[in-house]
């Protein structure tokens, strides 16, 4: 069955930078487009992030362009999120979750990893 | 971007009751609209997709109708593991945005 796994999350003070990585299996990697969306602390979900099953393209929230970086390795099976000159809004839950219907929904989510960015 | 507001924030029933979930967009989704359910220390996980289609192993006890900005989640009777909250998406535009949450708790 499909598998996504999270890692990477921390305490980071404000300007620090964080990558997350999530670990793919039970299914086809290559095949399927990718996001992160967040949840912080006790709030609601907003999407982060989306990128093309080939890597080659990729498009970002308002609330992080510029500052993170949504990439893959086929070959690793593995989803990325680097996040540069966090702030402390960016604290939260960051799930990856896989494609569904070419870049509309979120049909598997991994558990997350937590996000705290903090002095 | 098009916001998403779901109502009532909270809804109080009790188990074999049916619970009606709102979502109202901003502007027209069309039919463009997933519902999600999440329990504590979980992530969510994808119930409805396209206004009305339910998503692999989602019990016929959900559904979801309406069209444009007017949306409807539906349990039509609720088992002890549906207490959660339930989010609505939009894949009409981006940013793809999510509604606040409707949390159904056990009255």
């Known amino acids: 069955q499909v598998k996504l796994v999270e890692s990477g999350g921390g305490v980071v003070q404000p300007g620090m930078s964080l990558r997350l990585s999530c670990a793919a299996s039970g299914f086809t990697f290559s095949t399927y487009g990718m996001h992160w969306v967040r949840q912080a602390p006790g709030k609601g979900l907003e999407w982060v992030a989306i990128?093309?099953?080939?890597?080659?393209?990729?498009d970002y929230a308002d609330s992080v362009k510029g500052r993170f970086t949504i990439s893959r390795d086929n070959s690793k099976n593995t989803l990325y999120l680097q996040m540069n000159s966090l702030r402390a809004e960016d604290t939260a839950m960051y799930y990856c979750a896989r494609d569904f219907k070419k870049g509309s929904y979120f049909d598997d989510w991994g558990q997350g990893t937590l996000v705290t960015v903090s002095s | 971007e098009i916001v998403l507001t779901q109502s009532p924030a909270t809804l109080s029933l009790s188990p074999g009751e049916r619970a009606t979930l709102s979502c109202r967009a901003s502007?027209?989704?069309?039919?463009?609209l997933a519902w999600y359910q999440q329990k504590p220390g979980q992530a969510p996980r994808l119930l409805i997709y396209d206004t009305s289609n339910r998503a692999t192993g989602i019990p016929a006890r959900f559904s979801g109708s309406g069209s444009g900005t007017d949306f409807t989640l539906t349990i039509s009777s609720l088992e002890t593991e549906d207490f959660a909250v339930y989010y609505c998406q939009q894949r009409s535009n981006w940013p793809r945005t999510f509604g606040g949450g409707t949390k159904v708790e056990i009255k």
């Open positions: 502007q027209s989704v069309s039919s463009y």
């Open positions: 990128i093309r099953y080939d890597g080659k393209n990729e």
